[in-house]
């Protein structure tokens, strides 16, 4: 399992050196308890409300055993990052690998510190989904919906160098979510193992 987090449609992104113990998305809808005479307390159905979720864990000092992969950034740098990516006013990406968990959030607190006698930098990072809002304008004198553009697919495409599916699936779909589906496609099973000079089959 892997955990990623990208910013500005994967100009910058972090594989979490070490990963998070353990996770829990939440899912919730927003509903109402109300009472009725006659009736009593009764329980209106809302609308889904923000997924959240709380990711606990450790940027290392040194290279152990145990980290997901070597050379990645020291723990001031990634806490650096993470923290620009907080004052932006921008959502970020969070991915995890094998999982159907591929969401746009915003950086709700990011708390980190040292132990006594650790140069690792341990840190909590809480997020909330984001939703990207698609406010149509009306055609101009009619008073009418404007009709959606049309975009076409491209059936095949080549991997280029720093190519990542997401970024595949949001240039050709409009959608980065829809990297599960050309990755099912083309039978990739982790989708973070892609070549230059991949050919891709987008449906």
């Given at each position: 399992?892997?955990?990623?987090?990208?910013?500005?449609n994967?100009?910058?992104?972090?594989?979490?050196?070490?990963?998070?113990?353990?996770?829990?998305?939440?899912?919730?809808?927003?509903?109402?308890?109300?009472?009725?005479?006659?009736?009593?307390e009764?329980?209106?159905?809302?609308?889904?409300?923000l997924?959240?979720?709380?990711?606990?864990?450790?940027?290392?000092?040194?290279?152990?055993?145990?980290?997901?992969?070597?050379?990645f950034?020291?723990?001031?740098?990634?806490?650096?990052?993470?923290?620009?990516?907080?004052?932006?006013?921008?959502?970020?990406?969070?991915?995890?690998?094998?999982?159907?968990?591929?969401?746009?959030m915003?950086?709700?607190?990011?708390?980190?510190?040292?132990?006594?006698?650790?140069?690792?930098?341990?840190?909590?990072?809480?997020?909330?989904?984001y939703?990207?809002?698609?406010?149509?304008?009306?055609?101009?004198?009619?008073?009418?919906?404007?009709?959606?553009?049309?975009?076409?697919?491209?059936?095949e495409?080549?991997?280029?160098?720093?190519?990542?599916?997401?970024?595949?699936?949001k240039?050709?779909?409009?959608?980065?979510?829809?990297?599960?589906?050309?990755?099912?496609?083309?039978?990739?099973?982790?989708?973070?193992?892609?070549?230059?000079?991949?050919?891709?089959?987008?449906?």
């Amino acid at each position: 399992m892997e955990f990623w987090l990208s910013y500005n449609n994967n100009a910058e992104r972090l594989q979490l050196p070490v990963n998070p113990g353990e996770f829990a998305i939440s899912k919730g809808n927003q509903n109402q308890t109300v009472n009725i005479n006659d009736v009593g307390e009764i329980n209106l159905i809302g609308k889904p409300g923000l997924s959240t979720i709380s990711l606990a864990s450790f940027f290392p000092a040194y290279n152990y055993a145990f980290c997901q992969y070597q050379g990645f950034p020291s723990p001031y740098d990634c806490v650096s990052m993470i923290d620009s990516w907080r004052l932006s006013g921008k959502p970020i990406r969070l991915l995890v690998a094998d999982t159907d968990i591929n969401m746009a959030m915003t950086i709700e607190t990011f708390e980190y510190g040292q132990k006594a006698g650790s140069a690792d930098v341990y840190y909590t990072l809480s997020l909330k989904e984001y939703l990207f809002l698609n406010i149509g304008s009306p055609t101009a004198g009619t008073g009418a919906a404007a009709r959606p553009i049309e975009k076409e697919t491209a059936k095949e495409y080549i991997v280029k160098p720093g190519d990542t599916l997401w970024m595949i699936a949001k240039k050709l779909t409009g959608n980065g979510a829809d990297y599960a589906a050309i990755a099912q496609t083309n039978g990739i099973k982790n989708p973070n193992l892609i070549y230059p000079g991949q050919k891709l089959v987008i449906k």
